[in-house]
């Protein structure tokens, strides 16, 4: 029988260990790691000095290299994908160890979650969506500062200005809809949307409902869900963020009412939700 959970991984201040919260405590998964990556396909990290990427097996310090150094990776549902170092590629991991498969050209950045998979154009700064197969990729928007994924659509902070707002694609073409005013960053995950307002840092949830669900209420609504912290990692039933007092002094977990939350570890570099499974 397999478990599956949806959890947060944390790597520690000295980047020497990295632990997943599990049944209210905390385990030590492995370690050292340099950066954390996770999703709906599970953890990968990269390794201090050469940058090797290496997957978690889901099993304390039993971990898998598949692959070299990249850019920068994007784990979701469908699989692993990485950019090449130089950003000239963008690649996608096949399941055997140091095997990639080369889906796209040259690309400033990579996004993915529950959605689907998408890549920023290095000129024109246009987004992509990745369609499943090998440089079969759609244009669907034009740039903005930064983009998140969450389960049901890609959402995106205009450049011009910048911060402006915040637009949910429409699924068509490169239609958007602004649903937000400016913001500082965004993130997404199953839960929804998340944006950081950009004088305060306070955070705001935006968990879209479509016309499919009710048609009497709106597409979407926003609220205020926490203070500053300093980053933010969406899971997909709940939020976990790192304090800014001091910087990254506590792991926090949404409690999912008002602005509630609930200290769940201590100090760490950084944080990221993943799913993780058992046998």
């Known amino acids: 029988m397999t478990r599956t959970e949806h959890s947060v991984f944390a790597l520690s201040p000295d980047k020497n260990g990295v632990h997943h919260f ?14 954390l990556f996770g999703g709906g396909g599970g953890l990968v990290a990269t390794s ?13 310090d039993t971990w898998e290299r598949i692959g070299g150094p990249g850019a920068t990776f994007a784990v979701t549902r469908g699989g692993i994908f990485g950019l090449a170092p130089d950003r000239s590629g963008v690649y996608a991991y096949t399941g055997s160890p140091g095997s990639w498969t080369r889906i796209g050209g040259p690309a400033s950045e990579i996004y993915g979650g529950g959605w689907g998979l998408v890549a920023t154009g290095p000129g024109s700064g246009d987004l992509f969506h ?7 990729w759609v244009r669907i928007g034009e740039p903005g500062v930064t983009f998140a994924v969450t389960d049901e659509s890609v959402y995106g902070l205009s450049a011009n200005p910048v911060g402006g707002g915040v637009y949910r694609y429409d699924g068509q073409g490169t239609s958007w809809t602004r649903i937000g005013g400016p913001a500082g960053r965004i993130h997404g995950g199953g839960w929804g949307l998340a944006a950081t307002d950009p004088v305060s ?6 968990q879209y409902v479509g016309p499919e669900d009710d048609p009497e209420i709106s597409p979407g609504t926003w609220r205020q869900v926490g203070g500053p912290g300093a980053a933010f990692s969406v899971g997909y039933e709940t939020i976990f963020g790192l304090s800014t007092n001091p910087v990254g002094g506590g792991v926090y977990r949404y409690d999912g009412q008002d602005t509630s939350w609930t200290r769940i570890g201590g100090p760490a570099d950084s944080l990221t939700a993943a799913l993780w499974w058992s046998t």
């Open 22 to 35: 599990h049944d209210g405590a905390w385990i030590r998964a492995g370690g050292p790691a340099d950066r």
């Open 130 to 136: 990745y369609l499943g197969s090998p440089d079969t």
């Open 48 to 60: 201090p000095g050469g940058g090797d990427v290496h997957r978690y097996l889901n099993t304390p």
């Open 201 to 206: 840092g306070d955070l705001f949830g935006f």
